[in-house]
């Protein structure tokens, strides 16, 4: 595990002279949390919509920034909205909360528990609640710009805020990128973002040096065969079997091929093939995810993932034109870099503005993705992405002594607690702009 230098620049940061103190901050942002974000998190909370659909969202969170003083450009790249408030000369800073909900419906148990119903984008009816914290985000977005505005005296640059859609369901930053986002708008010098999390205790600020999102690929394997009936399985080529040596191979590629200190995941989450008990079908569908941290872990993965099918199939003895397929989906999200002397950087803001015991190590054991990365691979943007923690400390007890186990991001039964969480959101993000904006 990383260990975290709650030491590093604390002799070279200061206040500066007419900035606010630390508890007034924290005090300035309880009392919004109290008349204003509230309220606001509970409508978000009451009224999440799916990914690309987000357009009751995004007019209430431009309603809101517009309201605090920003310029607010709405449908960019679909319903992305982006705020501009110039503040004198000095860097572009951006910060980003996505907004988007999820087809699940909630069992929460929360008194003001989702009840939306939408049509997706298949056309069927589903329940929908904001089962990963976006609701947090966008609260935290408006709190952010709410105290920005308000202390324009001790800060320079100017701020961009992003209101991003379809973070969940893609394609949220990638159509705002497409959409020329930084030709209208202006390339920022520094980005900023952070995700509530449920693993972590409320309140508390998580900032990883490395990489806190992996890369992500679907991929879809289409294994052909030879029909056949099944009581005469000679006579035929088992998709079926090949499919399931071609998972079970796939494993290999992880424990053998993968330098032990590079990190990666294959996963296959589909495998469809056949329609009756006795019939030997002649294809199969399988569908993976890909997971990794780096471009060359990322390339080692799909390359050996297309020889270990081929290969199989060979060893079955299907011929040359029944070879499976192997289609990588063009909708990749890259890797979530942090830059790492912009981390030190900030780790020691959070140190000295909220105390040494705001700050936690990062224990992400999974390979969860993000598409944040669009918006700071290429061209490279020195970013921070970091996370806040949303759980009670009582809940984790309670899970530890044997009672129910904190519900895990997309589950029906997520639950944040709003008020730790979006207090340290905002006010994370707060000193962090003053940081990278200060007023000379």
Known sequence: MKKICTIILLSTLSIGPGAASTSEISNSIEKDYKAHLAPLWDHFHRNPELSLMEHNTAKRLAKEIRAAGF????????????????????????????????????????????????????????????????????????????????????????????????????????????????????????????????????????????????????????VHGVGAHGAYPHQGKDPIVIGAQIVANLQTIISRELAPRDAGVITVGSFHSGT????????????????????????????????????????????????????????????TFNDRNLAQRLKAVIVKKMGEDALIPPAESGMGAEDFGFFTTDPYIPSVYFSVGGTPSEDFERAKAGGAPVASHHSPQFKISPEPSIKSGVEASVHALLELMPRK
Not at 103 to 121: F, R, Y
């Open 71 to 222: 310029t607010v450009t709405e449908g960019i790249g679909g319903t992305g909205i982006v705020a501009i408030l110039k503040n004198g000369p000095g860097p572009m800073v951006m910060l980003r909360a996505d907004m988007d909900g999820l087809p699940v419906k909630e069992l929460s148990g929360l008194k003001n528990a989702s009840q939306i119903v939408m049509t997706d984008w298949d056309g069927n009816e589903v329940g929908v609640m904001h089962a990963c914290g976006h609701d947090v985000h966008i609260t935290s977005l408006v709190g952010t710009a709410r105290y920005m505005a308000k202390i324009k005296d001790q800060w320079s640059g100017t701020l961009m805020l992003i209101g991003q859609p379809a973070e969940e369901k893609g394609p949220g930053a990638s159509a705002m990128m497409a959409d020329g986002i930084w030709q209208k708008f202006g390339q920022p010098d520094y980005a900023l973002a952070f995700h509530v999390d449920a693993d972590a205790v409320a309140g508390k600020i998580t900032i990883d040096e490395g990489s806190p999102y992996a890369g992500s690929d679907s991929v879809d394997i289409i």
């Open 276 to 335: 009756k008990h006795n019939i030997i079908s002649e294809r199969a569908h399988l569908q993976l995810t890909v997971r990794s941290l780096n471009p060359q872990v990322r390339e080692q993965l799909l390359s050996a993932i297309k020889r270990v099918a081929i290969g199989t199939a060979k060893t079955a003895g299907l011929s040359d034109d029944k070879m499976p397929e192997v289609i990588v989906s063009p909708e990749a999200y890259p890797p």
